[in-house]
């Protein structure tokens, strides 16, 4: 059967075969890993998965036409689930702690990234996600306070998971060859991190404070607390500063005295 790709489905399959095992390497997948990928299309990643001969391995694919491909490609050697990543509870994948790989179109990647974390579930389902972003994308989560790049992405990311850049990757190891470059990170998630009740405070907390990142942050504070005098004290902020200088950690607090308010 000859796959056309579907542009809606931002499907750029992986032809470079030394950058499959380079992605599939970040994996380190053992004989007792399980092993989920999403937006498998064609199988080329997947089949490097089952080189280094995982316990299970499961596929999330929205495409019938590549389901049926990769069926019979694989066979019995794979789970299959044909659905909208979006729509799938993660958690009720596998009891075994998932490494979840994911060439998924890049919008996709950044809502599922989002999902997962935001999903209050106290039980931790994956081992570590290995996920490529298109690269400006990619900049945006890793960037540090006080640069430019630096706001909801990375404050919502480091709140529950480690980032860490793995490589860039070229456009021409895809076909079709998009017209961006690409970057591949490894998320593992914290040991500890600030507990809050609903994690849309958060959500509500960054996007209050960098709809406007050039204002001061005295004028974000004012709107979200009656009394932000107080929050001011108490956290010891400088309400002259701008919200790229306020630290990952500053947020967390700021979300969890909003939460407090709210009770
Ligand atoms: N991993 C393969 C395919 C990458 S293309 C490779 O690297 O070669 C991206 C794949 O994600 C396509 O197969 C597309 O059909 C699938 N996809 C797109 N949106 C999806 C969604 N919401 N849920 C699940 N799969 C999706």
Known sequence: ????????????????????????????????????????????LTEYILKKKPKKIFVIEKDENLVIKIKQRFKEKINIINKDVLKVEENTICSDKLIVFGNLPYNISTQILSKWIVNDCQNIWYEKYIFMFQKEVADRILAKKDTKNYGRL??????????????????????????????????????????????????????????????????????????????????????????????????????????????
């Open 154 to 263: 990375s404050i919502l990311t480091n709140w529950k998971l480690d980032v860490k850049k793995m490589f860039n990757i070229n456009s021409s190891c895809f076909l079709p060859k998009p017209n961006i470059q690409s970057t591949l990170l490894m998320f593992t998630p914290k040991k500890s991190f600030l507990k809050l009740k609903n994690s849309k405070n958060l959500e509500i907390i960054t996007r209050t404070f960098f709809n406007q990142r050039r204002k001061k942050i005295k004028k974000p504070l004012n709107q979200l607390f009656k009394n932000s005098n107080k929050i001011t004290k108490k956290l010891k902020l400088d309400v002259n500063l701008r919200p790229q200088n306020l630290a990952p950690e500053i947020y967390y607090e700021i979300a969890k005295e909003y939460e407090k308010l709210r009770n």
């Open 1 to 44: 059967m000859k796959i056309r790709a579907k542009k809606s489905l931002g499907q750029n399959f992986l032809i470079d075969k030394n950058i499959i095992k380079k992605i599939i390497n970040v994996g380190n997948i053992l004989s007792n890993s399980s092993v989920l990928e999403i937006g498998a299309g064609t199988g080329n």
